[in-house]
């Protein structure tokens, strides 16, 4: 079987002699940010990270993405940092997609490296190092942790894509799976960051409408994906974000497997405020 892969940003930078005109959409009910505008120009520099830079792809903005932050985290040999989170109430997931990372946490170190998950609940002062020879890559997702009376905050979790079993969606025949690192039935949690995988040829066969927020990073293949009215061609390296009530829907194209990385809000009631 062959191992999977995780596409990252393209980088460097687009010649003089090339099109303007490009696959880039922002609208008041989702965006994709395709890999090829994910270039050297638009990274960011992070405070109290060391050899590092980041592309942020999504932050609470009105009019954007509302319950989490999606950033990009590139890190060279030897960069990392002892400060990476500076917000007591975020929480975090790490998902690696190239390289080596360990992250310590309460004094032990766990290596990480393609396919890697951590989660790491708010306060828990971890940090974060290239443990490796080469950059490592990374998907950092903050969200300010919902706490509810008589409900504990979660533990930290590590695994990784390869421990996880993919499971199955109903009515399918096997060929939509998710690849779930928490139990979703555990109400500690209100965020969930999955893998979902479809097989060539394999669809989202209704168009789903509901309450949560998404971002979806296309970590390997290509397909038809349906964003409210629009029918838009993606790949692996493009973002997408949906708003809450976002209509969607998916023809997955092949030769191999479309894979995205998954978050949404979960577990919660509505908020009767605006989040800040």
Sequence with gaps: ????????????????????????????????????????????????????????????????????????????????????EGDPCAEAVLFVTEGEIAVTLGGAAHALGPGGYAYLPPGCGWTIANSGAQRARLHWIRKEYEPVEGIPAPDPVFTSDAE????????????????????????????????????????????????MEHGLYVLEGKAVYRLNRDWVEVEAGDFMWLRAFCPQACYAGGPGPFRYLLYKDVNRLPRLRPFG
Excluded: K
């Design 164 to 211: 996880v079993e993919p499971q199955p969606m109903p009515d399918c025949g096997g060929v939509w799976a998710t690849t779930r690192f928490i139990d979703p039935g555990d109400m500690r949690h209100d965020m969930a960051v999955t893998i979902v995988t479809l097989q060539p040829g394999a669809v989202i066969p209704f168009m789903e409408t509901h309450v």
């Design 1 to 84: 079987m062959t191992p999977p892969s995780y596409a990252g940003p393209r980088a460097g930078l687009s010649g003089q002699q090339e099109l303007l005109s490009g696959r880039a959409v922002f609208t008041e009910a989702y965006a994709v940010i395709p890999r090829g505008v994910m270039q050297d120009i638009v990274t960011s520099n992070l405070p109290h990270w060391r050899d590092t830079r980041a592309w942020v792809i999504a932050r609470p903005l009105s009019g954007f993405a509302e319950t989490f932050c999606q950033i990009i985290v590139e890190i060279a040999p030897g960069g990392g940092s002892e400060r990476p």
